[in-house]
Structures are given as C-alpha cells and as structure tokens.
C-alpha cells in the first residue's frame, strides 16, 4: 500500500476518536451525529474529520475555508476574495449555494467514512479479530519510508494535510482489521476436495484440450486468375517467399516469407480448414476460395491434438475454485454486513446519508465494506481476490484472425 495514497484526503486519514460509550435507548444524543448499535460517533468527531476533509479540499481548489454552515459567512467572503481581478463579481446567492454544495458533499463523505469505520470496528469485535499495536507500528513504519525518506517531507505532509500521526495509525489498524476479516471470512468457504476438482474437469474437460494445428505457408489473392497464376509458379519450383511477396495481399503472412503458423483445427473458414486438415504435408494444394480472397497454401508442420490430464490440471483446477469460491463468500458476507449494520444505524437529522437506517430509499452504490476512496468505499476489502488467479485453465483457443483483404 502506497503510504501517500494512504494518508491524501480524508478517506486516507484514518480513524477518528470516535466515542464510543453503551447508551440505552434508539435517540441519537444531542452531541452526536449518529449511533451504530449503542455506540456513538460524537459531533466533535465529525468535526474533527470535517476540518480535515475541508483542508484537503481547499488545496485541490476548493473553498480556502471549511464551509460554515448555516449562513456560510467566512465561505463566501474567502470566495469572494479569490476571484480574479477584473472578473464578474458572482453574486452572494451563488456562492452561498457553491459553499453549500461543497458542505453536503464534505458531510456526506465524512459521516460514510465514519460509519463504515464503525461497522468494521464493530464485526471485527464481533468475529474475535484485531490487530496488535506492533503490527500497526510495523506497517506504518514500512509505509512512510516508502512514501516519504526524508522526516521534514512528512512533516510537511502532516502539516498541509490537517491528519494528526494518530489519525494515520488508526487509518493503517482499519485496514489491517479490514485484510483479517477477509481472510477469516473466506478461509471455512474456500475449500476445495478432490472430488470437486474431478467434477469440475469433467464438466470442462475440453478447457483443458488443444485442437490439432497445422503450419502452413500461404498465398491469398484477390481473385482466382491471380491464384492459379501463383500456384503454377509454386508447381514450377519457385519459393512461397518469392510467391508470397509478389502475389499475397495477406500483409503478415508476406511479411514473414509467406508463413502462417499453429493454425488450429476448426477455428478458420470451414472452405479453408476442410482443405487444410485434409490436405498432405509437403504438397501445394488451392486455390481455395474464401471471403477474404483465394488461398494457395502448403502444410509444413503438423501438431497432433492433445488433452492434458486430470492430475497435471489439479493444481490449476483448485486455485480456481478456491479463488471463486473465496469471491463468492466475500461477495455474500458483505450484502449481509451491510443490511445487518444498516439496520443498526442511526442518525441524527441534518447528517443522514445512505448508511443510515432512517435514510430515505434510494439507489445507491455503497455495498461495500470500509476501505476505498473518498471514505465511502464502494468494493471489497483490500487483498479481496478480483478475478482467478494466474494460471487458471484457459478459454478454448479463439479463432484465428483472418488476413484481411
């Protein structure tokens, strides 16, 4: 992980001290922006955060001041400040509604960051999992040589980015519980029996098969005349080199002497693959007629078919069901983290965003355990496996490209 990556903006901030206190009863308390289950997350955690996303912000351009909600004083007047000389001066109803704008997307992301924060604390507590002060020391310390050699850069960083030290190493503990959950979650799912991976190969077996090929050398004309006039230099003794550079309009083919390689079984015009599987090697056959042209060819090589068998793809075969498998069990611990959390959070009005139970219905794409961008991540935990791994079965091979005229 990218140490910088990790610490820009506030989804890379980390944690807040978030407090976390048992208090009976569904009401948010007044001095809290949402409850998950019967904890808190306090305003002056969220403020903490807001200030923080608010920094971050104004360096990509945003408003040089937090927006100040409700009236947006100090906004405006930072806006107004910062308009080019000699420019239209908008008016204060319009940059009373960019500052506002610029709140309710800094709100939304900080309270998403927050309450998904909780929501892993939360089921990592729940599934016995954690992460020790030394490993989350380990980590930060390997991050921030890599991201920053010199301690006056990441001072600096600390400085312009409004995160506090402790705010990374909470960041760096969310991912690591995030990565433990992962593993936990997918280890039971993801094992795979002898008799699934012979089950498997007998339902793919042609997966695990290559057609026969053939090596051919090749003339394609434009029109029959132009390939007879080939082939009867082809019959005289000349070389399909020869034949091939003045004749071919196949580009690739005529640039390597008229050579066509590994062409395999099944996979080109049936005109074209009945004539060359049929045909001897060594023997100039066509022209063959196709939609590209006609075709003078010579089989120079021949590869027989061949299957590869159940005990050499075994291997191959497990670690693609594991890694589907793994897939499917993360995918279905999560629709079920989410509702699960959802339906235990609460929040207070003014702060409601889509992971809050008493938000109103809407699409949304935050079917996700914490960990992405922005604070509202929208996939599967770090180290979640996205696709099978190398060296999982092939596809059958694809058709060759013809040579086009």
Not at 105 to 116: A, E, G, N, T, Y
Not at 132 to 153: G, H, L, M, R, Y
Not at 174 to 189: E, G, R, V, W, Y
Not at 236 to 255: C, L
């Amino acid at each position: 992980m990218n140490l910088l990556r990790t610490f820009a903006g506030l989804s890379l901030a980390g944690i807040c001290a978030v407090a976390a206190t048992g208090c009976g009863g569904d009401d948010v308390p007044s001095d809290a922006v949402a409850k998950v289950g019967s904890t808190v997350i306090t305003k002056q955690a969220f403020d903490h955060w807001y200030a923080s996303a608010a920094k971050s912000q104004a360096q990509q351009g945003g408003p040089a001041v937090p927006p100040d909600p409700p009236n947006y004083t100090k906004c405006i007047a930072a806006l107004e400040q910062a308009q080019p000389k000699g420019s239209a001066a908008p008016s204060d109803a319009d940059l009373k509604k960019q500052c506002k704008q610029s709140y309710d997307q800094l709100k939304q992301q900080v309270m998403q960051f927050l309450i998904q924060s909780q929501w892993v604390q939360q089921e990592a507590a729940d599934q016995d999992v954690s992460v020790t002060p030394k490993e989350v020391q380990t980590a930060f310390a390997d991050q921030k040589k890599q991201a920053f050699p010199k301690e006056k850069d990441y001072q600096k960083f600390l400085k312009t980015s409004g995160a506090t030290e402790q705010d990374i190493l909470f960041r760096i503990k969310l991912d690591s519980l995030q990565n433990k959950l992962t593993a936990k979650i997918q280890k039971d799912q993801a094992k795979v029996t002898d008799e699934d991976i012979e089950e498997y190969y007998d339902k793919n077996e042609k997966r695990f098969s290559q057609p026969e090929k053939r090596d051919l050398n090749v003339v394609l004309t434009k029109t029959k005349a132009k390939a007879d006039e080939a082939k009867q230099q082809l019959d005289d003794g000349a070389s399909f080199a020869t034949v091939a550079k003045q004749y071919s309009i196949d580009q690739a083919s005529k640039a390597n002497g008229g050579k066509l390689p590994a062409v395999p079984k099944g996979q080109q015009e049936k005109t074209l693959d009945d004539a060359v599987f049929a045909a001897k090697k060594g023997e100039v056959e066509g022209p063959v007629k196709t939609q590209f042209g006609w075709y003078v060819f010579e089989v120079t090589g021949e590869t027989p078919a061949s299957q590869q068998k159940l005990e050499d793809a075994k291997e191959t075969i497990r670690g693609l069901l594991k890694s589907e498998r793994e897939q499917k069990s993360l995918q279905t611990f999560i629709e079920d983290f989410r509702e699960d959390f959802k339906g235990e959070t609460k929040c207070r009005e003014g702060f409601v965003v889509a992971e809050c139970s008493n938000a109103p219905e809407e699409k949304t794409d935050t079917n996700a355990v914490p960990g992405g961008a922005q604070g509202a991540p929208q996939q599967a935990p770090q180290g979640a496996p996205q696709q099978a791994p190398q060296g999982a079965p092939q596809q059958a091979p694809q058709p060759q490209q013809q040579p086009a005229p």
